[in-house]
């Protein structure tokens, strides 16, 4: 009768073993402890976080970009984020309550909404910018100086603030 060298089961419990000696299990049981009593505390700790920023370079990526970037999940750890890998994020706000109801009446799939304003000779940086700070002033009733204020500091100039004119549609038919 043939014997086989069952070597199968002794990898798998070897495997385990090694797993188990470099996973530090006392230290992921008190991340959840600490993760449960912060939800526990803190009933908004699902809020989404935004960002505004400005595209990294890549040798693939020829035009300049400033985004605006919702991060639906913030609380998952992972190693590339929009933060760290696409964009250097030059301001980062919880989202606000209408926000947050707009995001939860859609199908959220995805970690991350984002919004990109490429930099052009039509699009310059004080209209996107304008355009930016106007949506969240006018839509959300947000203050938008420090905003405005991160972007003044990273292209280290001022950055003018354009007015957005509102026509109605009696001026058009009249």
Same mark, same amino acid.
């Given at each position: 009768?043939?014997?086989?060298?069952?070597? !199968?089961?002794? @990898?798998?419990?070897? =495997?385990?073993?090694e797993f188990l000696d470099?996973?530090?299990?006392?230290?992921?049981?008190?991340?959840?402890?600490?993760?449960?009593?912060?939800?526990?505390? *803190?009933?908004?700790w699902d809020r989404p976080v935004v960002m !505004?920023? &400005?595209?990294?370079? *890549?040798?693939?990526?020829?035009?300049?970009?400033i985004g605006v &970037?919702?991060?639906?999940?913030?609380?998952? @750890?992972?190693?590339?984020?929009a933060e760290? *890998? =696409? !964009?250097?994020?030059? !301001?980062?706000?919880?989202?606000?309550?209408l926000e947050w109801e707009e995001m939860k009446q859609n199908k959220l799939t995805r970690r991350y909404w984002i919004w990109s304003y490429f930099i052009e000779k039509s699009w310059t940086i004080d209209?996107?910018?304008?355009h930016i700070v106007q949506d969240d002033s006018e839509e959300y009733g947000l203050a938008t100086q420090d905003l405005i204020d991160a972007f003044e500091t990273y292209f280290k100039r001022k950055i003018? &603030?354009?007015?957005r004119e509102k026509v109605s549609q009696l001026k058009i038919f009249e």
């Open positions: 009768m043939l014997q086989y060298n069952n070597s !199968y089961s002794t @990898d798998k419990a070897r =495997w385990l073993q470099k996973t530090d299990l006392v230290s992921i049981y008190r991340k959840a402890l600490k993760t449960i009593a912060y939800r526990q505390t *803190h009933p908004d !505004y920023g &400005i595209r990294k370079k *890549h040798k693939c990526i020829k035009k300049q970009e &970037i919702i991060d639906l999940s913030p609380w998952q @750890d992972r190693t590339r984020t760290t *890998h =696409w !964009y250097k994020i030059l !301001y980062k706000r919880p989202a606000t309550d209209r996107i910018v304008s003018r &603030i354009y007015k």
